[in-house]
């Protein structure tokens, strides 16, 4: 199949493109700065911005099938301000489905986010939620992917835990958890494990019209992982309960200054970030298959 990845030069773009690449499809990645990414020699590449729909429309000539995977950082406040996720999650969606729609592609995948929801409590979850509508109100065969926090070469999950430390205790041994890391779960997935199934949805009209709710093979909290984290580098760490409401004062504060979070990211470690059915059996994959977060981070 001919395949436009949107957003294909990003952690996940990359390894769905080779994956794509590998099993014999012709793809072309789109981004502003394509040129910043490793890909496969067959892998074409071409620049637009999701926003502008004039720059991304001829990339759509010729598609049988688009990945759309532009999104901002659910984990760090966007450069720009909250109104970025109505212009990038949704704004871009409604583009690139009308060039879809206008050059006759059949098959769109959209990579969404758990509790995606037009009514939710973050600009991130909200935005994500219309997006789906547009993508589910349209002409075209459709799939939606609304994984757990995803892990693996290339992502920012492992390093942002990382950042937490010193946040609020700068220079001390210890790691401030909101809500002493207990109060959110997460169900972290392997982007090994995880482009297999995204490409598998394109490969067979059963994945037509179905949303999917993916996670990987443990139940973890942010205090789980982040001694994870630590334990695979041959280190220990203090965690210090933080409480929440001290926390949602701290993480203000410091999205002022410049540090890149601010109340859409406190509000989003509220809300578990595990899919209340994983529905990796869709694919024929069964949890004892999957790669655990320790399993990678000891190599
Ligand atoms: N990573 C996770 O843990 C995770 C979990 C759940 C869901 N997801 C979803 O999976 C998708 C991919 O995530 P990811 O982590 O791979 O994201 P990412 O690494 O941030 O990649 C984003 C991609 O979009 C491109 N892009 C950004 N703004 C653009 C614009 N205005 N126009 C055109 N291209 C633009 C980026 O390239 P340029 O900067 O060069 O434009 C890059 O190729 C997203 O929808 C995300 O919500 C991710």
């Not at 996940?12 to 012709?26: M, N, P, S, T, V």
């Not at 590449?45 to 598609?63: M, W």
């Not at 984990?75 to 871009?92: A, N, S, V, W, Y």
């Not at 392997?190 to 949303?211: F, K, N, Q, R």
Request: contains cysteine; negative net charge.
């Amino acid at each position: 199949m001919d395949v436009l990845v949107v957003g294909g030069t990003g952690f996940i773009g990359q390894h769905l493109c080779r994956e794509l690449d590998e099993r014999g499809h012709a793809v072309t990645a789109l981004s502003r700065s394509p040129g910043d990414a490793t890909l496969p020699d067959g892998v074409e590449t071409v620049s637009g911005d999701v926003t502008d729909y004039e720059s991304i429309e001829s990339a759509f000539e010729g598609q049988d099938a688009v990945y759309y995977l532009v999104a901002l950082s659910p984990l760090f406040k966007p450069d720009g301000g909250d109104t970025m996720h109505e212009r990038i999650h949704l704004g871009g969606t409604e583009n690139s489905v009308q060039a879809a729609e206008e050059h006759g592609v059949e098959r769109f995948v959209q990579l969404s986010a758990l509790g995606a929801d037009p009514d939710g409590d973050t600009h991130y979850i909200r935005s994500k939620g219309r997006a789906e509508q547009v993508v589910t109100q349209s002409s075209l065969d459709w799939t939606i992917f609304r994984p757990s926090v995803v892990f693996g070469e290339g992502g920012e999950f492992v390093s942002f835990t990382k950042r937490l430390k010193g946040m609020f205790a700068p220079g001390v041994p210890l790691y401030p958890l909101p809500g002493g890391g207990k109060q959110t779960t997460f169900q972290p997935i392997w982007v090994g494990d995880l482009v297999p199934m995204l490409v598998d949805s394109i490969e067979s009209d059963a994945h037509v019209g179905e949303t999917y709710e993916i996670g990987g093979p443990e139940v973890l909290t942010l205090r789980d992982v982040t001694n994870q984290v630590y334990e695979a580098e041959g280190r220990s760490v203090s965690i210090v309960p933080l409480p929440m409401p001290l926390a949602k004062v701290g993480l203000s504060v410091l999205g002022s200054i410049g540090f890149p979070m601010g109340t859409d990211q406190y509000r989003s470690l509220k809300f578990d970030n595990s899919p209340s059915a994983n529905e990796i059996d869709a694919f024929g994959v069964s949890s004892d298959s999957l790669t655990t977060l320790s399993g990678y981070l000891r190599g």
